[in-house]
Nanobody, 119 residues
Framework: QVQLVESGGGLVQPGGSLRLSCAAS????????MGWYRQAPGKGRELVAD???????NYADSVKGRFTISRDNAKNTVYLQMNSLKPEDTAVYYCKAKWRPGLQAYEYWGQGTQVTVSS
């Protein structure tokens, strides 16, 4: 059993910063990819950023230059540093980890953490 536990969400003013963390526990796997998704009210879940075990990163255009994703493979933890936050960044942020031991891939999700950007 794999559990992903997010932390670091909260209320912040526009222009502020937050740092999200997602730690994996339970069965220790070498996740091929770890990342962050978000879902705003009335919208679908979208990719924010992800990072491979080798350190290659991928960002949504809307967050490039403002958000930075990183991971600590030894701790099986992924982080999302969010700077210059905007009201449109308000959403529930979910951590996702993907493990691909062979042809089949397994995905694991966290429970989500709320980020609210408002004055």
């Amino acid at each position: 059993q794999v559990q992903l536990v997010e932390s670091g969400g909260g209320l912040v003013q526009p222009g502020g910063s937050l740092r999200l963390s997602c730690a994996a526990s339970g069965i220790i796997l070498r996740f091929n990819t770890m990342g962050w998704y978000r879902q705003a009210p009335g919208k679908g879940r979208e990719l924010v950023a992800d990072v491979t075990i080798g350190g290659s990163t991928n960002y949504a255009d809307s967050v490039k230059g403002r958000f930075t994703i990183s991971r600590d493979n030894a701790k099986n933890t992924v982080y999302l540093q969010m700077n210059s936050l905007k009201p449109e960044d308000t959403a529930v942020y979910y951590c996702k980890a993907k493990w691909r031991p062979g042809l089949q891939a397994y995905e694991y999700w966290g429970q989500g953490t709320q980020v609210t950007v408002s004055s």
